[in-house]
């Protein structure tokens, strides 16, 4: 065996005490001369390492806590202790687009301005109005969409939330698919263009959205899964997810529909979903939505500090 005398580089220069003590002593009277703010800020540099963002981040949607595109979804958000707001784009009717605010600059700001003051975050926006509306048959989806995207665009927000809603979802509604698929080949277009995604959200199982994925063809079009989905149609929501995988998921509801809050609901394993997210390696927002007290289900407070609460101690925990 080789001592460690031979185990050196011999070329290796060798380090000269005197020389790096006088270099020690230039160091520290240099730091001396530095004002006083200064050296504070450099020390507390030297030890302060960068907060490590959570994996999982929580949100809450603004029209279920009854905040609909309100500047006051930011305040109660924070009250009920979520990390972010899915802000709507307003109601549809019979309008040509959304009835939004959010296409006003000075609006915008101050949403933007409101959440940064909160130490919120807004992941996505919501085209919630075709819960009702139809994505196949509205002459006007295209204006629609292009609004949402506009919008994303002006407040930096990645994600769009787009329900297929009742009358649109394929798996009630099969005979327009056609019409669907032309839309949403058309919405990703739209989407790549923005450099955003638009989180398709519909009642199909996992092989049958990988399918229409496949036949979109467009990186702008993701799945945002709702677990509700599954388990009302009696499917395995754990073994969906990682059918699905991370590439194609952007965001999740992460609740089921009314009746108990999440730590009580037998329906509902944030221990499997968390292990599978893990396992596929996926991060990104987890967004209440139901998961309501069937007692009590007006009372936003108790419902969505509840399910905020839970999903924390399961997703973030240290």
């Given at each position: ?13 060798r ?6 003590l ?16 200064l ?17 999982y ?5 603004d029209?279920?806590?009854?905040k609909r ?9 924070k ?29 915008r ?50 994600t ?6 009742v009358?649109s979802?394929?798996l ?15 919405a ?8 955003v995604?638009?989180g ?5 199982d ?8 496949d ?48 730590q ?5 394993n944030l221990?499997n979903i ?22 009590d289900?007006?009372n936003?407070?108790?419902n969505?500090?509840?399910n ?11």
């Open positions: 065996m080789n001592s460690s005398a031979e185990c050196q580089n011999t070329t290796a220069p380090i000269n005490r005197r020389a790096f006088e270099r020690a002593a230039l160091v520290g009277g240099a730091l001396t001369l530095l004002p006083g703010s050296l504070a800020q450099t020390n507390a540099n030297a030890v302060a390492a960068p907060a490590k963002a959570p994996r981040k929580i949100a809450v949607c029209w279920m806590i009854l595109q309100k500047l006051g979804a930011f305040a109660l958000a009250e009920l202790g979520a990390d972010g707001v899915e802000v709507d784009m307003g109601s549809l009717g019979e309008r040509e687009t959304f009835e939004s605010q959010l296409n006003k600059p000075e609006v700001q101050q949403f933007l301005d409101q959440a940064r003051a909160l130490g919120l975050e807004i992941p996505s926006l919501a085209m919630s109005g075709f819960y009702a509306q139809s994505f196949a048959e509205r002459a006007t989806v295209p204006r629609m969409v292009q609004d949402c995207l506009d919008t994303m665009v002006a407040m930096q927000v990645e769009a939330f787009l329900p297929l809603g009358k979802d394929l009630q509604h099969p005979e327009v698919r056609p019409a669907v698929l032309e839309r949403l080949k058309a990703g277009a739209q989407a790549e263009k923005a450099g995604v638009i398709v959200e519909s009642e199909l996992a092989a049958a959205q990988i399918k229409l994925l036949e979109v063809g467009s990186p702008g079009i993701k799945i945002y899964y709702n677990l509700a989905n599954a388990i009302q149609h009696g499917r395995n929501y754990v073994q969906e997810l990682l059918q699905l995988g991370k590439a194609r998921l952007c965001q999740i509801h992460c609740t089921n529909t009314d009746g108990f809050w999440l009580n609901d037998p329906q509902v221990l968390k292990s599978a997210l893990d396992a596929m390696g996926w991060s990104g927002w987890l967004v209440v939505e139901r998961s309501r007290d069937a007692k289900a007006r936003v407070k108790k969505f500090s509840a905020v609460a839970y999903l924390k101690s399961i997703f973030q925990k240290s």
